[in-house]
């Protein structure tokens, strides 16, 4: 029996969305295609496969489509399709157009995320997160600016999926923060679900001039920064609760064992470098501390249409050199010419 399956994703990614479908899912066939959405039919869902929805890097959410919706009534309707008896509500827009120009509509999200619950009544789960096994009603608004029909789906959450409504949680730029990096790091964060714990000693590969270091600083991590660049002085002279920052300014891969402390807890790296280089300060670091670093969240630039090519043996090459038990990658709302990856190790 045929399934329509829905994807969303940054608007200026589709292109790049289509075609790691049509290389890893040849069986989807384009049916219906908007700014930051198109929906699919499969008629077979490959061997192999325990949902018909790609994992797809390009691709922030998926799910079954259910249809379009111009009214909360039709909302209600769409979602009477899903049988289970208890679902968790997950209502979001899709990525502006022009992201640096048009700012989300959170209170209008807001309100219709509280219109749907209300209808649902009692069979909606509390709070927003969803946890493995959750079944997911997608609720999905047009962009600011467009008049698009809501889309309407559903899927089962797992673990390659991000667990905020959309896959991942938009984080303002607070504006006494050095850089946007600062969201970034908080987005990666969420997405990942990477448990850091006050005291845990990172490692920040590209820390100037700091957005991200202040980030890690006030969860109460002991940031060790790794640029040659300038660390922005509010960085540099931290002095919080909790938490300590100290600055190497160096190349990652000149660093020495002596550089670094007997720990290191979480690797981060977001460098503004061609990610073949950044494999170079990578393979370096886990010489050094490879016997105690947890996990690596790593932000790849995308240089060019190559570098998105490449992609697969790029995971492949992080995945053998980190020891990764698991990968997953997708693109943030504050990174728009990156995908960030997170990667776990078993130590």
């Known amino acids: 029996m045929p399934e329509f399956i829905f994807a969303t994703c940054l608007p200026r990614s589709m292109p790049y969305l289509k075609r790691e479908l049509a290389r890893t899912r040849p069986d989807l066939r384009l049916a219906y295609s908007r700014p930051g959405l198109i929906t699919m039919r499969t008629d077979a869902v490959p061997p192999g496969l325990s949902t018909p929805e790609p994992q797809a890097v390009f691709a922030r959410a998926t799910g079954r489509s259910l249809g379009f919706a111009d009214s909360l ?64 009603l997608d609720v999905v608004l047009p962009p600011p600016g467009m008049t698009d029909p809501i889309m309407v789906g559903w899927h089962i959450h797992d673990h390659w999926r991000g667990a905020a409504p959309g896959g991942v949680c938009q984080v303002p730029v607070p504006p006494e923060v050095p850089s946007r990096a600062y969201a970034k790091i908080e987005e990666a964060l969420h997405w990942s679900a990477l448990e850091l714990h006050e005291g845990d000693v990172v490692v920040e590969i590209g820390s100037a001039p700091g957005g991200a270091a202040m980030a890690l600083l006030q969860r109460g991590a002991n940031v060790i920064g790794i640029d040659p660049a300038r660390m922005d002085p509010r960085v540099l002279d931290w002095h919080g609760a909790c938490g300590t920052f100290r600055h190497i300014s160096n190349y990652a891969e000149r660093l020495r ?23 170079v300060a990578l393979k370096h670091l886990m010489s050094l501390r490879g016997n105690s670093i947890r996990g690596l969240l790593l932000t790849l630039k995308l240089h060019d249409d190559g570098v998105i090519e490449d992609l697969p043996v790029l995971f492949a090459q992080i995945s053998e050199l980190a020891g990764a038990i698991s990968l997953r990658a997708t693109q943030l709302p504050s990174a728009h010419q990156e995908v960030v990856v997170w990667v776990q190790r078993s130590l």
Request: no cysteine.
């Open 257 to 279: 064992t002596r550089d670094l402390p007997a720990k290191v807890d979480w690797l981060v790296l977001d460098a503004n470098i061609a990610p073949h280089r950044a494999l």
């Open 73 to 136: 009534d039709r909302i209600v309707e769409l979602a009477e399709l899903v049988a289970a008896p208890e679902i968790r509500v997950h209502v979001f827009a899709r990525d502006p157009v022009k992201p640096d120009k048009q700012i989300p509509d959170y209170e209008g999200i807001k309100r219709w995320r509280d219109s749907v619950r209300g209808q649902l009544g009692t069979r909606v789960l509390d709070g927003d997160d969803a946890k493995p096994g959750d079944t997911v």
